[in-house]
């Protein structure tokens, strides 16, 4: 998450050699140009595939140890355990019922923190673009869209940039994203199907 808020402030900063006499401004959407880039589609594909194939067989496994443990401590049969141990799996109970109540949580931490791996390089492409622009046009700064409150004048180089990444715009001009918002911090919204079960403590 760090090296990608670096890669966005780095676009905010100058850009090769600048003159306090002859200054060229550009500014462009870093995360309008990620979100058009074809690895976006591999990236929500493989986010989806790490949800179903790791973390909802993670849920499935504390819900079976939960269940299994309280068989044993909570039928007629567990009167043979011996205290100390009937206390310590109702030890693991709790913990594992707070885990299995605080999954949704983890979860979207787990996929974001998947998510901002998979940007990365993503992001280090645009940026490495937008300095090849920014060199080859003669632009001393470069400053991203999201972070002005009022621009200066200047050139959206979203155009440059996408034709040197190869990518093609939508008719119509750019979009935000799919819910008509630029992602925050450079991510898309991903969706997190929610994991719920009542946990049922007994003394």
């Not at 050699?17 to 493989?46: C, F, H, R, W």
């Not at 008719?171 to 994991?195: F, H, L, R, Y």
Request: without cysteine.
């Amino acid at each position: 998450m760090n090296k990608i808020k670096l890669f966005l402030v780095a676009a905010t900063v100058l850009i090769g050699a600048s003159s306090a006499s002859a200054q060229k401004i550009g500014y462009i959407s870093v995360d309008n140009v990620v979100y058009l880039m074809p690895e976006i589609g591999k990236i929500d594909t493989a986010l989806q595939r790490y949800q179903a194939d790791s973390l909802n067989p993670q849920f499935n496994y504390l819900v079976s140890e939960y269940n299994r443990k309280d068989s044993s401590v909570n039928t007629k049969d567990s009167v043979r355990l011996a205290a100390a141990v009937r206390a310590q799996v109702r030890q693991e109970m709790e913990g594992l019922a707070y885990q299995i109540q605080n999954w949704q949580s983890y979860v979207q931490q787990a996929m974001q923190a998947k998510q901002n791996r998979l940007l990365e390089p993503v992001y280090r492409k645009v940026f490495n673009a937008i300095q090849s622009v920014a060199k080859d046009n003669g632009y001393t700064h470069v400053l991203n869209k999201e972070a002005l409150l009022v621009a200066p004048p200047g050139d959206d180089m979203l155009l440059l940039v996408a034709k040197r990444l190869g990518i093609n715009l939508p008719a119509g001009g750019p979009q935000a994203g799919p819910t008509g918002t630029a992602p925050a911090s450079g991510t898309q919204k991903i969706k997190v199907e929610d994991n719920k079960t009542k946990i049922k403590t007994k003394g």
